[in-house]
Structure formats: C-alpha cells, structure tokens
C-alpha cells in the first residue's frame, strides 16, 4: 500500500514546469515584437511583379507576403515592380537599393528605378544623390548605378528636377 505523505513534490514540480512555460512564451512574445514581426507596421508598398532572377539581399528584402514597411531594400538582380499605398508603381532593376520612408517616400541609393504615378492629376516624387524630382511628375526614371553621379529624366509631366541644398530646379 502507497501512503502520500502530506506536501509532495508533484504540486511543486507541476507549477515550476507551468511557470517555465509561460516565461518561455512570454520571452518569444517579446523577441518577436522587437524583430519587428508583431509590430502594426503599416504596409507602404507591396510587390506585384518580378522576374524569375529577382533575388534580395537578406534582411534586406520585403515580408514574406510580399509586403514593404519603412526600411532600406536591397535587390541583387532581377526586375521588381511594387504597387505604393499611394496607387502608383515603382519598378526597380537589380542591383539596387533603395529606401522606402514613413510617408511612402522613395530613395533610390543606388541602381535603376522607374516611378509612375496613379492618375493623370497626381504625381510622384522620387529622390536620389543629391537630387529630387518634384511632385508633378507622371513618370519618372533614376539611374544611380555610376559612383558619386546620378541621372534622372522626367519621361510625362512638369516635374522639374531639383538639386538639393541649391534652391535650383
């Protein structure tokens, strides 16, 4: 016959595993939502086109929904074209970099992009080394692939295209 002595283990050992557990569960929480991977990150564009050759430069790249929040993207090769919350498209040739800013903003660092905008009265704004085309642009092409020079061409609309800090456009 068993006699269960008065304030066995077991109770002990039952909260000690429960009380892990929900540390372990609570410290997941907490480095997902530092990652980023909770957060209510709004999403300022996503991709709706690319070749088969698209690769991005890892922890450079969008969610796996194809999604892009404020950030810096880099793309080794291949053509991505993304939709802007906007309603306009860009379309990046790889390799490049770019940043998307809080405002859906667009700086291309280096490589080639192409920005059109939504509707034939709005425009796009778009910037680069140096210099931003201003937001009556329809269609707008950068080219910053040569170190230190970037080109930029104003294909629809009367975008002009300024210099910053020259108070020129």
Not at 66 to 75: I, M, N, Q
Not at 76 to 90: A, F, I, N, Q
Not at 139 to 154: M, P, S, W, Y
Request: net charge negative; hydrophobic share 45%; glycine share 14%.
């Amino acid at each position: 016959k068993i006699v269960p002595f008065p304030g066995g283990w077991t109770g002990h050992v039952v909260r000690l595993v429960a009380a892990a557990a929900a540390i372990a569960v609570g410290a997941f929480v907490i480095g997902q939502v530092a990652a980023g991977r909770f957060a209510a990150t709004p999403a300022l564009a996503s991709v709706v086109k690319a070749t088969p050759d698209a690769i991005w430069v890892e922890g450079a790249s969008p969610r796996h929904d194809g999604t892009l929040s404020p950030g810096l993207y880099e793309l080794k090769s291949g053509v991505v074209s993304m939709r802007l919350s906007s309603g306009g498209e860009l379309t990046v040739e790889g390799p490049a970099r770019f940043e998307v800013g809080e405002d859906a903003s667009t700086e291309v660092h280096a490589g080639i992009a192409l920005a059109r905008a939504p509707k034939e009265e709005d425009g796009i704004s778009l910037r680069s080394r140096g210099l931003h085309v201003s937001d009556a642009a329809r269609l707008i092409g950068i080219d910053a692939r040569a170190e230190g020079a970037t080109e930029a061409i104003v294909f629809n609309g009367d975008g002009g295209i300024c210099l910053d800090g020259s108070g020129k456009c």
